[in-house]
């Protein structure tokens, strides 16, 4: 198996690992969500830890992508190919940011409930506060991802690495996701325009599984490195 059959594989499985545990990371914080999320949270606590563990995973997986791919995407520009690490890396002190809200969050619960439940209001104050990080964390994280994403799937295109019409397909779910990010932090978009993520989304999976099963177009790859060697 060669060094880019390898990546390739690699790369494909991460892609996969991000989708599940941020699926997991929502299915287990749901609690948060709870009108009287105060006695939600710790009550659900091994819940609550558990999604903060597929946020961590989600993070160490959004990071280490550009990482595995840059000895290849710098074939073509080095630059961008940088600008995709940094772009990621970014995103995943946003997902840090999220998951250290919550554990935060956690611990106030628990104050909150062995206090026997007072009307104290620096409790609700506190926990507002924790719950609008969370929430500004989601939105911000979405630019440097579709950033990261748009510079990714034009390399991509560029080096002919994956069929062109996957790399299209990248771009514009990207393009149409980093649109909605404006709206939605000044509250012009309702919560369920989140649905727009769904073709980037389901291009990520596509893309996993491409990676999976085929690999990289190899013949592309030689043909940058031996551009690379003449210039």
Not at 77 to 96: C, T
Not at 146 to 173: D, E, N, Q, T
Not at 174 to 185: C, G, I, N, Y
Not at 208 to 219: E, H, P
């Amino acid at each position: 198996m060669t060094s880019n059959r390898k990546t390739a594989l690699i790369v494909g499985f991460l892609f996969i690992t991000a989708l599940v545990s941020s699926m997991l990371s929502g299915v287990f914080i749901g609690s948060i969500d709870d009108p009287d999320y105060l006695n939600a949270v710790s009550a659900n606590e091994n819940q609550v830890l558990l999604g903060v563990l597929f946020q961590l995973i989600l993070t160490a997986s959004v990071v280490a992508i550009p990482i595995i791919m840059f000895p290849i995407l710098k074939k073509h520009k080095e630059s961008l190919a940088i600008g995709y690490v940094v772009a990621r890396i970014f995103e995943g002190f946003f997902d840090v940011v999220i998951a250290m809200s919550l554990l935060l969050l956690l611990t106030l619960s628990r104050e909150f409930v062995e206090a026997g439940a007072p009307a104290a209001p620096h409790f609700k104050t506190s926990g507002a506060l924790l719950l609008a990080v969370r929430d500004w964390s989601s939105i911000l994280e979405n630019i440097p991802f579709c950033l990261g994403a748009l510079i990714f799937y034009y390399l991509l295109y560029r080096l002919m690495l994956v069929p062109r019409w996957l790399s299209v397909w990248g771009l514009l779910g990207a393009a149409l996701f980093l649109a909605t990010v404006p709206f939605r932090m000044f509250s012009l978009l309702p919560p369920s325009t989140l649905v727009l993520a769904v073709p980037l989304i389901l291009n990520e999976l596509v893309l996993a599984l491409w990676l999976i099963a085929k690999g990289f177009n190899s013949s592309s790859i030689a043909f940058e490195s031996a551009k690379t060697n003449i210039n």
